[in-house]
């Protein structure tokens, strides 16, 4: 690819989570977090997640795909994400079953239709040191943070989890009853999350349906997040609030995630194609490739 021509990009969307996907299998080009804050900040193509796919790595997979949050941060994880990538490539290549890899591993995704999509985002790491934390806890189903006086806390004692990315989820009654946007970055960047967090509001209405709101690390109050849906589903499973097999209503829609008996998280949603169209090369020419 000759980067003083327009780049293609297609803007997509899983359940309302802004994604961009750019294929850039067969060039040696890697973005800056500078570029992709760029590409975010552009008319047309503002996104929360950027999914830049690169030539294979590993046999048997389609591409390697780093993933961007708007701030220019990487993400080692974006269901919805992957599920815009895994109808795309579905399309090109006529395969239902895919394999990607990210840095945190192997994506596989099975697309029956662009309403069923299913990823399988792996296994969920609950030990301290592997969400991380910055300090030992036995029990992470509960752990002792919170926000607000110490006597009446708002916001308290999270589950938290790594589901490719660290994700703390509070228990509340009422998740549009707190102002994530005020809360979510000071939680976020909390001291107890060296490499942040994205921080989830989870309400159980049924042993089988969550809703959730997810301040989204690197991204800001989001409509959906695929990674968080795992986390309060699993999370949820882990201090028996639900069974394994949950709905999770989020801003954007519904998304299905089934924890199964070999540990591993499966994501099932829909993805939608926005647009298509180029990015203004001279965003390319501003740090060097």
């Known amino acids: 690819m000759d980067f003083c021509d327009a780049i293609p990009f297609r803007k997509m969307n899983g359940l309302g989570n802004e994604i961009v996907m750019i294929d850039l299998r067969g060039s040696p080009r890697v973005l800056s977090a500078e570029e992709a804050r760029a590409i975010a900040a552009a008319p047309g193509s503002r996104f929360d997640q950027l999914m830049v796919l690169h030539d294979p790595r590993s046999a048997g997979t389609e591409a390697f795909v780093r993933i961007y949050n708007?701030?220019?941060?990487?993400a080692g994880a974006c269901g919805n994400g992957t599920r815009c990538i895994g109808w795309v490539v579905a399309g090109q290549t006529g395969r239902r079953r895919l394999r990607f890899e990210t840095s945190s591993g192997m994506l596989d995704v099975d697309v029956e239709s662009i309403d069923r999509i299913t990823v399988d985002m792996g296994e969920p790491r609950f030990r301290w040191d592997e969400i991380p934390?910055?300090?030992?806890?036995?029990?992470?189903?509960?752990?002792e943070l919170q926000i607000g006086p110490i006597d009446r806390p708002v916001l308290h004692s999270p589950s938290v989890v790594n589901v490719g990315n660290p994700h703390a989820?509070?228990?509340?009654?009422?998740?549009?009853?707190?102002?994530?946007?005020?809360?979510?970055?000071?939680?976020?960047?909390?001291?107890?999350?060296?490499?942040?967090?994205?921080?989830s509001?989870?309400?159980?209405?049924?042993?089988?349906?969550?809703?959730l709101r997810t301040w989204e690390r690197g991204a800001?109050?989001?409509?959906?997040?695929?990674?968080?849906?795992?986390?309060?589903?699993?999370?949820?499973?882990?201090?028996?609030?639900?069974?394994?097999?949950?709905?999770?209503?989020?801003?954007?829609?519904?998304?299905?995630?089934?924890?199964?008996?070999?540990?591993?998280?499966?994501?099932?949603?829909?993805?939608?194609?926005e647009h298509e169209g180029l990015l203004d090369p001279a965003i390319f020419m501003k740090s060097p490739a």
């Open 133 to 143: 934390l910055s300090e030992p806890f036995h029990d992470t189903r509960s752990i």
């Open 169 to 199: 989820v509070f228990w509340v009654e009422d998740v549009a009853a707190y102002d994530l946007s005020r809360f979510g970055p000071l939680l976020e960047c909390h001291p107890i999350f060296p490499d942040r967090a994205n921080i």
């Open 201 to 211: 509001l989870a309400h159980v209405i049924t042993p089988a349906t969550l809703e």
């Open 220 to 273: 800001g109050l989001t409509r959906a997040c695929g990674s968080a849906a795992c986390a309060a589903a699993v999370c949820a499973a882990r201090t028996r609030r639900t069974g394994r097999n949950v709905a999770v209503t989020l801003p954007g829609g519904v998304v299905h995630i089934e924890w199964n008996a070999a540990n591993r998280i499966l994501m099932r949603g829909s993805a939608e194609l």
């Open 70 to 74: 708007s701030d220019g941060s990487a």
